[in-house]
């Protein structure tokens, strides 16, 4: 069911705009809330969004029909940078099997392994993998090679110039699997990386390797099933010799946004409560004056002496630092989750108590399944989580790429 009211809040995820732009609507009139009948609270109805190309997207979406997608026979995958394995798990759960999986990282290697015996993860650098006894066997390449700059000489560059970055490798594997298709996965940043060169040449480079690339988009983790705000940049490409036999759709949403209730809760999205498990801690000054901050809240909450203290020098400062001192909200989805929950920048402090979110916590912003351990040091656990793709955008991706498979067979 597609509800009917949407507080602020969800409305500003939905059209992607600040609270401050929604109030700022409602002043001059543009978009007002109204009273929500049942409990006075302000809020959208349905009708008043109908109108936004964000909103229409969410209303009118295929998602239910899309999840009953099914391979039409086992399609082999072979992923690239798979770290703690977010997109490997909705890879595997969209109805991919995978040959093998390449990670640097010895404790993601760990983790991998210890959740997935049967999977064939190889450990070390990329440079060192051989990829073509993979050629001809692969329906799928898959990763998120990280993002370099290219030395420019104001020149078109081609394969060869990128060597030494980990997008050559990633083009190396491409040209000894030759696989169907392939999806890459980035940071939104990669769209204005070095004014746009970055990913013109990538796009350019991959085109050369003989593979059609549907134009790139930035998904948003909210809309599919995800209690968070994080964006990922996703790049399909399809062989040159297949291009022209199937057409590739992006994912539908999920008929409503997941929020930190949904995480950490018993509800739509996990069947019991959190899990108890450690966490970091903040130092007692620090939780001492995050504790007047609230729900939603940042170091603009605290009283002015409080601000001074916590901020220093950069209360001083312009900007918003909107990440400082701040506490995430029960109704609200998390912010992109980084590799460190305590980090002054980038505060992620738990709805409720005064802490850090702990490592299942973390995981379940994440929407990696409870039974997915990993492996290492705390701060191991935390970077394998914040580096991933979350597990349910995954998979609504992999449900995407399966349908164009079967389209192609």
Known sequence: MIPDFYSIAQVADILSLSKETLRRWDENGTLSPQRNPENNYRVYHRSQLEKFEQAQFLFNTEWDKEVTIKPKRPYKLVELFAGGGGLAIGMERAGFESLMLNEIDKHACNTLRKNRPNWNVIEGSI?????????????????????????????????????????????????????????????????????????????????????????????????????????????????????????????????????????????????????????????????????????????????????????????????????????????????????????????RCHPEETRPLTVREYARVQTFPDNWGFEGSQSQKYKQIGNAVPVNLAEAIGRSLVRLLNDLE
């Not at 013109?200 to 998904?219: A, M, Q």
């Open 127 to 347: 440079s060192n993998v051989d990829f073509k006894p993979y050629k001809n066997e692969v329906d799928i390449l898959s990763g998120g090679f990280p993002c370099q700059a290219f030395s420019y000489a104001g020149k078109k560059l081609g394969f060869e110039d990128t060597r030494g970055t980990l997008f050559y490798e990633f083009g190396r594997a491409l040209t000894e699997c030759t696989p169907k298709v392939f999806i890459a996965e980035n940071v939104r940043g990669l769209l204005t990386h070095d004014d746009g060169r970055t990913l013109e040449t990538i796009k350019s480079v991959l085109s050369d390797l003989g593979y059609t690339i549907i134009e790139p988009r930035v998904l948003k983790a909210v809309f599919y099933r995800v209690p968070q705000k994080r964006e990922r940049l996703i790049i399909v490409g399809i062989r040159n010799d297949l291009a022209d036999k199937a057409t590739f759709l992006w994912p539908s949403p999920f008929k409503r946004i997941m929020l930190m209730k949904d995480a950490l809760k018993k509800g739509e999205l996990y069947d019991c409560d959190v899990p108890v498990s450690d966490g970091q801690k903040y130092p007692i000054r620090k939780a001492e004056i995050l504790k007047y901050v609230p729900q939603g809240g940042y170091w603009r909450d605290l009283p002015d002496n409080l601000q001074r203290e916590y901020m220093q020098k950069s209360y001083f400062l312009g900007g918003g630092k909107t990440g400082m001192a701040r506490r995430l909200s029960w109704d609200e989805p998390s912010l992109t989750l980084t590799c460190s929950p305590a980090q002054k920048q980038t505060e």
